[in-house]
């Protein structure tokens, strides 16, 4: 599965809020921006400016480099998103939800749930014990609720995601498999470099 631009985006804004939309779309396929020019183009205070690219930085979704501004004599910031390490976070981050959906779907499976006919609140057996049966909330009689949906629910979404993940994993592969060949190309260029180099001192 390809990391779209929108997809990064969207993984992106789950670590700044809206916040930090206008800057995101102004750091997407570019390289070695200033936080200055951010600022600019964003309109926005180069302090709030620092605060989010500290906040990508953090998670490692974005790098820069310093340079000394030779007429004011301090270091100015360039910055640029690293795809690799979003599309790592991406990863991570679907295999964590993968992890979760599985914990909750193994509970549904295990559990006797009771439900409130208002709906205020959904209880495991041991806490409808607990209250007797009846809603904490308004004191009504719960009933057994019939999970059946919720349970096929969870496994599309386990699927959907196992889906993905399987995607995501095929493409590092052929990623890696690129970055073989092209590694063992170099090499074959530099040994008929070396052996043409031998040839001519003979």
Not at 110 to 137: G, I, S, W, Y
Not at 175 to 198: F, L, P, T
Request: glycine share 4%; with cysteine.
């Amino acid at each position: 599965m390809r990391l779209t631009q929108r997809k990064m985006e969207e993984i992106l804004l789950e670590l700044t809020g809206p916040d930090g939309a206008p800057l995101i779309q102004q750091l997407q396929g570019k390289q070695n921006v200033s936080e200055f020019e951010l600022a600019a183009r964003t309109k926005k205070d180069i302090k709030l400016v620092r605060r989010i690219l500290y906040a990508l930085y953090n998670h490692n979704v974005i790098g820069f480099i310093r340079k000394k501004d030779k007429q004011k004599g301090w270091y100015i910031y360039y910055w640029t998103i690293l795809p690799e390490n979003v599309r790592f976070l991406y990863y991570k981050k679907k295999k964590e939800r993968l992890v979760r959906l599985a914990e909750l779907l193994e509970a549904e499976k295990k559990e006797l749930f009771f439900l409130c006919p208002a709906n205020c609140v959904r209880l495991t057996f041991d806490q409808a014990m607990e209250f007797e049966f009846h809603c904490p909330e308004c004191g009504q009689l719960t009933a057994q609720d019939s999970n059946g949906e919720k349970k096929s629910l969870l496994k599309k979404q386990i699927e959907e995601l196992q889906r993905e993940l399987a995607e995501v994993k095929e493409e590092k592969r052929k990623v890696r498999k690129q970055a073989k060949s092209r590694k063992k190309e170099i090499r074959k260029k530099a040994h008929a470099k070396k052996k043409a180099v031998k040839k001519r001192k003979r």
